[in-house]
């Protein structure tokens, strides 16, 4: 006797992975744009909605892939590629300052996060030469 497994997927299963495949390829496919400047607003808004609908866990996922994905398109120029690991802790460190403030206005900290992301790198650098 074979004994048969049976998978069910949910309604709310099914909604959750059909957001997760948008939100992955609104992020993947942007730096096909070649603009800096869009493709990294379009990424930054498509983590902060992911941090929302999908969760922490399923933001941080897709915050791992745009960059892999632009150095494989020739997107990202080759000499770039040891900044991947930089792009991909930024994009986290974005979901978990937006994720940490959810008592708050989805427009401030969606603000502060990006000025946050950007800002500590600089700072970091700054402290580094100094040493």
């Not at 997927?9 to 942007?30: C, G």
């Not at 892999?68 to 080759?78: D, E, I, R, V």
């Not at 008592?103 to 030469?129: C, E, G, H």
Request: proline share 5%; aromatic share 10%; hydrophobic share 60%.
């Amino acid at each position: 006797m074979a004994l048969e497994k049976v998978l069910t997927i949910s309604k709310t299963n099914l909604v959750t992975l059909a957001q997760f495949i948008v939100l992955l390829s609104a992020a993947v496919f942007a730096p096909l744009i070649h603009n800096q400047i869009i493709t990294g607003s379009i990424v930054n808004a498509t983590l902060f909605v992911a941090a929302t609908t999908l969760g922490l866990e399923g933001a941080i996922l897709i915050a791992l892939l745009p960059s892999l994905f632009a150095l494989a398109a020739g997107t990202l120029p080759m000499p770039l590629a040891p900044l991947i690991p930089f792009i991909m802790l930024s994009n986290i460190l974005l979901i978990l300052i937006f994720s940490s403030f959810t008592k708050i206005n989805y427009w401030f900290r969606a603000a502060v996060a990006a000025v946050l992301k950007w800002r500590v790198p600089q700072t970091l650098d700054t402290f580094s030469m100094c040493l």
